[in-house]
């Protein structure tokens, strides 16, 4: 690894502070997290998955409840279209 030594504003120094403290990581953590994002294309199959695995896994109640309304969505099976007739007979 090299080490780099880039002189910011105050400010700019501040705000990484806050962003590390809050995602309980080092400044350092946070500065190469998003020096890496703008490294990185935006299509990349790698930005991707480094983007999903970040997100937080939900709960077995949050699964529950998003099947559960996935089921309560469902409609029935129906083979007829919507503009079929029935014949009269």
Known sequence: MTTLIIRIPDDLASGLQGLAAAQRTSVEQVAVEHLRSLV????????????????????????????????????????KGAFDKQRRQ
């Open 40 to 79: 990185d294309r935006l299509s990349s199959p790698d930005a991707v998955l480094r983007a999903v695995r970040k997100l937080p896994h939900p709960s077995p109640s949050a699964v529950d409840d998003l099947e559960a309304a996935i089921a309560a969505g469902q409609l029935p099976v129906n083979d």
